[in-house]
């Protein structure tokens, strides 16, 4: 059985709880060294899936999250907190918090204001926007994972550029001093002040069937590997609480849930990294990938089971997990 772990998140966490998670340690001890994926989370997820490169993200995680785009061009449409300063506007990050009516209030917002330019918002769950056009735009955008600081290098660039930032500027406007944002501030919630429009494409790009079984969180983590089983004629299974809980045998993508704190590495420590790494080493898993992504970097690593030698090397020259650093080679 080959088991890929996908772990959004794992490595924005700090270094004492990822030292704190012995399990990484041994595993990383027994990989090859990690291969950095100059792309975002889900892109590196689709390589994984063995889906072919350039195949849009935005169609797929779309059918994930319960809205099938059919053959139209569909667009992330992220909604976000931007922070205006006096020379430049910066991400503070997405809004993941929305109540369904907040949503669908803003959502009705945008479809009423862009009607006659031919855009139509959708939100399938209040944490997952998507926005479809009548014709494939000449843009090139960054994916929200990529953005650090001001959003003016990462804006979208191509012939058909300028529009989208006016309409970008416009959808800024439309949020400002909205009554669903002052009700969130009133409750010391993040405020939608912007929509980050990124990674476009139409879902018929996606054509290789993935020889897996998909395993993954509800939510956005596990939209994208929802969408390409959904895509193929299957469905993803729910991810259960624990690797023990996993139907095993066949190959498997298992998409954790996003990782948030100290608290929640150390539960994935215990119920999924410390039972595949013990899986692995009896021969029950022949080969097991971590992906995961954190500090501007997504990186995967890849342990095949290793020999007695290499588990009694592992236990006697052991370090605590550390992410490689931006200068690594890896």
Known sequence: MRLILVAPHLLSIGDEALAAAPALATFTQYATPPTREHTSMERALLNLMGQREGTATAPLAALGAGFDPID?????AHPVTL?????DVLLAGRVADLAADDANALIALFNTHFISDGLKFHAPRPDAWFVTVREPPKLAT?????????IYPYLPQGEDAATWRRWMSEMQMLL?????NLNRETRDLAPVTGVWIAEGGSKGQAQVAPALTVVATAGPAGDVARGVARQHGADALPLPPTWLELTRGADTLAVLPAVCDAVHVA??????FAPTNA???RGEIQALTLLADGRGAVIAWTAESPSWFARLKARFTLSPFAPPRSDDGG
């Not at 960054?142 to 001001?150: A, D, K, L, M, N």
């Not at 400002?176 to 669903?180: K, S």
């Not at 539960?267 to 999924?272: A, G, I, S």
């Open 142 to 150: 960054t994916s929200i994972e990529r953005v650090h600081g001001s």
């Open 72 to 76: 139209q061009f569909v667009f992330h």
């Open 176 to 180: 400002h001093d909205h009554p669903v």
């Open 83 to 87: 922070i205006a300063g006096r020379d």
């Open 267 to 272: 539960l994935l420590n215990r119920d999924w």
């Open 279 to 281: 899986a692995l080493e």
